[in-house]
């Protein structure tokens, strides 16, 4: 009987390491997967220019940023990509629109922060609707950092006022020449070729030229339509 109740003891505490062991390894394993950056982003100084522009135009972003990371873990050596965006007064998922990013190669360690500036040169996309749009900066807009929280990453900078973009023709040939110079009241004249050019940012469609009669060099309703 003693043989076996040995067996059976060390059958038992072997059954414990191991369950044991199998416990430590879950509990280093869950606190190395919990490990894990975290940012978050607070601007000031923020500045958008022009406040009001065509789809199709150019505007000035630029802005003190401070970027922390709150987490437990280093962010990733080769950096991560700070953008910026058109929405919404939330940021909407729907509303977003990327405008433009760059990618900020740093790694911050737990608790650490960088600050510095953002300033982008970006396009309004010339299919963007008219409207007023919130301009924001968001951190890590690619999604390389598996992050504990994501609705710290983005702050708003300012508004910008978008209107529809619109062809712009004009006479890129110069003013055409009249011949003759001098013609009696029923007379006829006969002008020069010209070239027209739209210089805007979509497309013009058909149009037609018209040809008037005036005493200076702008058209106004009280000038005298020909044909």
Known sequence: YSTVFSQFLHSRARSLCVTALCLVWLLVGSSAAQAQADLGLRLSNGSVVPSSVEAGSTIGI???????????????????YVGAYLGDSTFSLRSRKLLTD????IALAPGGSYKGTVSYKATIPVTTAAGTYYVWIWVDNRGLIT????????????????????P??????GTPSVTPTSVAPGGSVSLSG?????QGKVASGDFSNGFYLSTDSTITSSDTYLT
């Open 168 to 173: 712009d023709l004009w006479i890129s040939s």
């Open 147 to 166: 992050e504990k929280d994501e609705t710290d990453n983005f702050a708003s900078v300012g508004t910008v006022v978008v209107t529809a973009a619109k």
């Open 62 to 80: 630029s802005a003190s940023v401070l970027i922390a990371n709150t987490g437990t873990e280093y962010t990733p050596k080769t950096g991560f």
């Open 194 to 198: 010209w070239t027209v050019k739209n």
């Open 102 to 105: 760059e990618l900020v190669a």
